[in-house]
C-alpha cells in the first residue's frame, strides 16, 4: 500500500482567475472501476487521456485530480510552449544521434500541433507563436549557447539564429540584454485556459474526470485500487501524472526534487509598450541558472517569471510553492532591472508554483519497480507545456503494451542521476541554492564569483537551457 499526501490548493494564478471555469467535475463517490486510471488532471494527464481515446476510443479512461484540472503547475506556470532543441546536447548524452534528432523534431512538432488542435477545438488558449529570444544579461553569459548550436549543426539542424546586440536589444526592449539567439518555432499561450480547453475535449471523448478527488492511497495488484475519501477506483492500470506531487512517492523522490518558480504580473501596459518597444511577441529567457523568463500578454501586460529554486524538507508541498513572499520580491527586483522605466506600483499578481526537476532536466518514464501496472511520467523541469503532448503519446502507449517508436525513446526507462535523501538533500540543496544566488548576483554586477560559490553552483542541476 502506498499512501500520498494529499495538499490544499495553491493559490490561484493570474492565469486561473482569468478564465470563466467550469463547475468542478463530480467528486468520485462508491466504487468505480476503469480501464486505465490517471491521477493529475494537468497537461500531462489530459494528453495521455486523449491520446489514449484516439488509440482505442472504447478505452474506459478515468481521471483523478486532487484540485481542478490545471489547479497544479499547469494552470500557473509561464505559459512558454518551447522545443527541446535548447537541451539537444543533454538529450545526446542519453541516447543515439537518431534518437535525439527524433525527439527534438517531436519536440518542435508539437509546438505546431498544439496551435493545430485549439484551432480544430476552438480552444481560446491565446496561441502565439513569434518565437523564443534567448539571451545574455551579463558578460559571463554571452554565448552560453554555443554548445547547444554546435550540438544541432552536428544532427544537421539549424534552429537558432543568431543576433546582433543592437538586434537583440531592439527586440527585447531591456538595455541589459548583450547578445542572444532566436529560435522561431516557440509560442507562448494562456496555459490555464488550454487546461481548461483539453478538459473540455476530453470529457467530449468519454474520458471520466473526477475533480476534488485526492488519491490517499494506491493498492498495487492486478487491478490497483485507488483511494480517495470518497471512494474507490479500480485500474488495470494506472498512470502517475502527478508532477512535483509524484515525491511523495519514495521510490519518484530519488529521481525528482521539487523547486519554487515565481511569476509577477503587471497591469495593462497601454502605451508604454511602444515606449519600452517590446511590441514582437517574443518570449524571452536570459541565461542564469535560476533563469528570468518573460513575455507579453494578449490584454497588454508583462508576464515574468524567475525560476526562484527554494526547496522543501522531504519535498512537501506547502506555502513557498503557492505565494512565497520572498520569490515573489527577488522575481520583480529582476523584472524592474530588466525594465528599469517600469515603476514599482505596476505589479497586479504574483504567485509561485512547483517544479519537478530532474538532475538533467528531462524527463524520465518508467513503471514502479515490482508493478508493471502503475506507469509515471515525471520530471517536467518548468518546461512541459508543450513536451507533454509528446510524454501524453508515450505513456499512452505504455498503458496501452504498445511497442512503437514512443515507448522505445530514449526517455523510457533510461538512467537517472538520483538526488540524496534527506537530511541531506534538503541541507546540501539549500547551501547549493544560495551559493547560485551569490555566484549569479556577482555576474550580474560584473564580477567574479567565489570559488566555493563556483565549485557549490556546479552541483546544481541542469537549467532550462544546456550550456557550453
Known amino acids: 500500500m502506498m499512501k500520498l499526501n494529499p495538499t490544499p490548493p495553491l493559490k490561484r494564478s493570474y492565469w486561473q482567475e482569468s478564465i470563466d471555469a467550469s463547475a468542478p467535475a463530480a467528486a468520485l463517490r462508491g466504487t468505480e472501476k476503469a480501464d486505465v486510471a490517471i491521477i493529475g488532471g494537468g497537461f500531462v494527464g489530459l494528453w495521455t487521456a486523449l491520446t489514449l481515446k484516439q488509440h482505442e476510443p472504447d478505452c474506459d479512461v478515468a481521471i483523478l485530480e486532487q484540485d481542478v484540472c490545471g489547479g497544479g503547475a499547469s494552470g500557473r506556470n509561464g505559459g512558454f510552449a518551447m522545443s527541446w532543441w535548447p537541451k539537444i546536447g543533454t538529450i545526446q548524452s542519453i541516447c543515439s544521434a537518431e534518437q535525439a534528432l527524433f525527439l527534438g523534431r517531436s519536440a518542435e512538432q508539437a509546438i505546431h500541433e498544439l496551435g493545430e488542435f485549439c484551432r480544430e477545438h476552438a480552444i481560446d488558449a491565446h496561441f502565439v507563436q513569434k518565437g523564443w529570444l534567448w539571451t545574455a544579461t551579463t558578460p559571463a553569459h554571452v554565448d552560453s549557447w554555443n554548445g547547444t548550436l554546435q550540438a544541432c549543426e552536428r544532427l544537421g539542424v539549424q534552429p537558432f539564429e543568431r543576433l546582433s546586440p543592437q538586434e537583440v536589444r531592439r527586440r527585447t526592449g531591456s538595455p541589459i540584454h548583450l547578445a542572444g539567439v532566436f529560435e522561431a518555432s516557440n509560442a507562448t499561450v494562456q496555459p490555464a485556459a488550454l487546461v481548461h480547453g483539453m478538459r473540455r475535449v476530453a470529457l467530449a471523448s468519454g474520458v471520466r474526470i473526477h475533480e476534488r478527488s485526492a488519491v490517499t492511497r494506491i493498492q498495487p495488484g492486478m487491478p490497483a485500487v485507488l483511494h480517495t475519501e470518497g471512494g474507490q477506483l479500480q485500474a488495470e492500470k494506472v ?230
Open 239 to 468: 498512470v502517475l501524472a502527478t508532477n512535483a506531487w509524484s515525491a511523495a512517492i519514495p521510490e519518484l523522490a530519488r529521481l525528482i526534487t521539487p523547486v519554487n518558480s515565481s511569476i509577477a504580473v503587471t497591469y495593462p501596459l497601454g502605451e508604454e509598450f511602444e515606449k519600452i518597444g517590446w511590441t514582437g511577441g517574443e518570449s524571452i529567457t536570459d541565461s542564469q541558472l535560476m533563469v528570468d523568463y518573460y513575455r507579453t500578454t494578449r490584454d497588454g501586460r508583462i508576464a515574468f517569471g524567475k525560476g526562484t529554486g527554494a526547496i522543501s524538507y522531504r519535498s512537501e508541498i506547502k506555502s513557498i510553492f503557492s505565494d512565497d513572499a520572498q520569490s515573489i520580491a527577488m522575481t520583480c527586483a529582476d523584472l524592474f532591472h530588466t525594465y528599469p522605466s517600469l515603476r514599482n506600483d505596476r505589479i497586479s499578481h504574483g504567485w509561485a508554483g512547483p517544479i519537478d526537476r530532474t538532475y538533467d532536466s528531462l524527463p524520465v518514464f518508467g513503471n514502479l519497480k515490482g508493478h508493471a501496472n502503475i506507469l509515471y511520467g515525471i520530471g517536467w523541469s518548468g518546461n512541459g507545456v508543450s513536451p507533454s503532448r509528446l510524454g501524453g503519446r508515450i505513456l499512452a502507449s505504455m498503458a496501452l503494451g504498445r511497442k512503437d517508436e514512443w515507448t522505445q525513446c530514449g526517455l523510457v526507462g533510461r538512467p537517472c542521476k538520483p538526488f540524496p535523501p534527506e537530511p541531506f538533500r534538503y541541507v546540501g540543496g539549500s547551501m547549493v541554492r544560495n551559493a547560485v544566488i551569490r555566484k549569479e548576483q556577482a555576474e550580474m554586477r560584473g564580477k567574479r564569483p567565489g570559488t566555493i560559490d563556483r565549485l557549490l553552483a556546479s552541483l546544481a542541476p541542469s537549467g532550462l537551457e544546456d550550456k557550453s
